[in-house]
């Protein structure tokens, strides 16, 4: 996969070359989100001198507006490859975890309580009871053992998936964490930069970026860049189905906690946080990139909280935010390599669930990046079904 610096790749004049960074391959990552920041930091761990742009600040898009959940059971309706990559990830999220904190000292808070998924509606249970022949790490509760476990559930629950494995972090901790374990692996990050277009040398290989301070170059370029992603790649004749999907969230806080798990259901989750607030989110808007926040759709999430938690009516409001969460059009995310960009790692698309997804995105972008066999089945994450082909099969390990 490494292209290392070909013959006819030469720098535009005036252009910044990516500085020399010893005998190591250098690699270009566009996006400060989790997904960059992961790949990042997998991509520094296989040795590769890492560069990180963002358009803006560090991660102050999608991945420190989310939630934090790990919701590799409750976020799948049903079994496919999709639900192993989720499971994947969720296996490996604890480690991972604990070692972004022992290379940069910054936790990410992750709480090991699971999720409870409660049904509010007949429909609603039978739907939920209707997945468990497949799920791995679920059980059905009724209304009464769900109110052992957590108390203060509205007794007009029905019952609920009980998902003790679907556990969480911090989202702002996360980034902060990724940021400090990227300082100390020597990953140049610039902030306020964002790549305008994708170089390509004689050859058609991706070998760098154009931004506004002047051209970077580097031997790879992985595409992490979140609902921004689909300009980048249209001039080489791949239009990402890639698309802005509108969340809104509250934060409100209590003096006593009033749930250890993460409750959701049909429109709304309340997440407690290790700092007595608890994240009730989210709705599921397509208004492009508007971020405003509305007080009716604030209004709507507080009525659907309060019917499942209604103490949360006593809590103190905190603060109220929108993000973007990159959508795609199968819902599944593009991750792996287009045979006529080589050069390119596609990182993007990760859509409700990219919190989950960072560590197993970030090695399978290092393995892409070393030119390693395959573990898992790439096929369904192909950027090239977006152009109406499956792409090629690139070697790959996990
Ligand atoms: C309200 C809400 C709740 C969510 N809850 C959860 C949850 O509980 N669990 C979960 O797993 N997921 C959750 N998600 C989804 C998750 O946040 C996203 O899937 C994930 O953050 C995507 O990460 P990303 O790095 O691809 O995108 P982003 O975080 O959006 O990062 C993309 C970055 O690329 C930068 N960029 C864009 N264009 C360029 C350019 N041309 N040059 C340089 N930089 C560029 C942007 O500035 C941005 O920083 C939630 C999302 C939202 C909005």
Sequence with gaps: MINPSSACSIPSPGSSLTPIRGDRPTALIIG??????????????????????????????????????????????????????????????????????????????????????AAMTADDEHELRSRLPWMQDASWLTAEELLRIESELSPGILGGLHLPEDHQVHPVWLAKSLRAALARQGCLVREWTPATRLLTDCTGSVCGVATPEGELRADLVVLAAGAWSSPLTEPLGLKLPIFPVKGQCISVRTDAPLIRSTVFTKGCYIVPKSDGSYIIGATQEQAGFDKRAHVSTIAGLYEKAAALLPRIADAEFVSTWTGLRPGTEDELPFLGTWEHAPGLIFATGHYRNGILLAPVTGKVVASLALGAAPELDLAPYAPGRAAGSRGQEIPLTL
């Design 32 to 117: 400060g989100g989790v997904i960059g920041a992961s790949s990042a930091y997998e991509l520094g761990k296989a040795g590769f001198a890492c560069t990180l742009l963002d358009k803006g600040g560090w991660s102050q898009e999608a991945s420190t507006a989310a939630a934090g959940m790990l919701g590799a059971q409750v976020e799948i309706h049903q079994p496919g490859p999709f639900y192993d990559l989720c499971r994947a990830s969720l296996a490996i999220y604890r480690g991972w975890a604990e070692e972004l904190e022992d290379a940069g000292g910054i936790p990410v808070q992750y709480i090991p309580e699971g999720i409870v998924r």
